[in-house]
T-cell receptor
Framework: AQSVTQLGSHVSVSEGALVLLRCNYSSSVPPYLFWYVQYPNQGLQLLLKYTSAATLVKGINGFEAEFKKSETSFHLTKPSAHMSDAAEYFCAVSSLGFGNEKLTFGTGTRLTIIP | DTGVSQDPRHKITKRGQNVTFRCDPISEHNRLYWYRQTLGQGPEFLTYFQNEAQLEKSRLLSDRFSAERPKGSFSTLEIQRTEQGDSAMYLC?????????????FGPGTRLTVT
């Protein structure tokens, strides 16, 4: 079984400030981890993914995440928030490579940017 | 690459009616997934296909739900005798098995409202 916990359903940061969205996972096999972003009334867009290569993963729009096995975490960061980053962010885990490709999502974190 | 498309984008129906949604995946993708997303929650896996074969169904998929992918291209999701609890966003995603990108591409979703 696998699961994802996203701490903080709502996060507010000032424009230009550091963005930190937290994700902890549970998986019985080595996980593949993903961050997706969802804008209102739209589908999900992949920001970045960890697939057992480099532990520090860089994605689109200046986001990055670090896989920490000892902490079972995959937190998403961006050095300087932009107004266009306001959206819902979902962390997801999969057992790709072990015959289980479905994604298990967290409950999401709504990011608000304060001008 | 035109992306994953879903039709309709919005559907309002009365309780007890049947509804059918369509998903057209990216043309060369052989895997197709259905997820359901309720308000304030992350997407939850419903089922997925490889070509025309339905490989896994979630326990969330009650007997009132049926999904097909008859020719390994587009897929339909039918809900019979809709209930108010079926109100949600239904998301479709596709991927290419064996691809090293490990990415599921999501469509814009179909929002179902059961009155």
């Amino acid at each position: 079984a696998q699961s994802v916990t996203q701490l903080g359903s709502h996060v507010s940061v000032s424009e230009g400030a550091l963005v930190l969205l937290r994700c902890n996972y549970s998986s019985s096999v080595p996980p593949y981890l993903f961050w997706y972003v969802q804008y209102p009334n739209q589908g999900l867009q992949l920001l970045l993914k960890y697939t057992s290569a480099a532990t520090l993963v860089k994605g689109i729009n200046g986001f990055e995440a670090e896989f920490k096995k000892s902490e079972t975490s995959f937190h998403l960061t961006k050095p300087s928030a932009h107004m266009s980053d306001a959206a819902e962010y979902f962390c997801a885990v999969s057992s790709l490579g072990f015959g289980n490709e479905k994604l298990t999502f967290g409950t999401g974190t709504r990011l608000t940017i304060i001008p | 690459d035109t992306g994953v498309s879903q039709d309709p984008r919005h559907k309002i129906t009365k309780r007890g009616q049947n509804v059918t949604f369509r998903c057209d995946p990216i043309s060369e993708h052989n895997r197709l997934y259905w997820y359901r997303q309720t308000l304030g929650q992350g997407p939850e896996f419903l089922t997925y296909f490889q070509n025309e074969a339905q490989l896994e169904k979630s326990r969330l998929l009650s007997d009132r739900f049926s999904a097909e992918r008859p020719k390994g291209s587009f897929s339909t999701l039918e809900i019979q005798r809709t209930e108010q609890g079926d109100s949600a966003m239904y998301l479709c995603a596709s991927s290419l098995q064996g691809s090293l990108t490990y990415e599921q591409y999501f469509g814009p979703g179909t929002r179902l409202t059961v009155t």
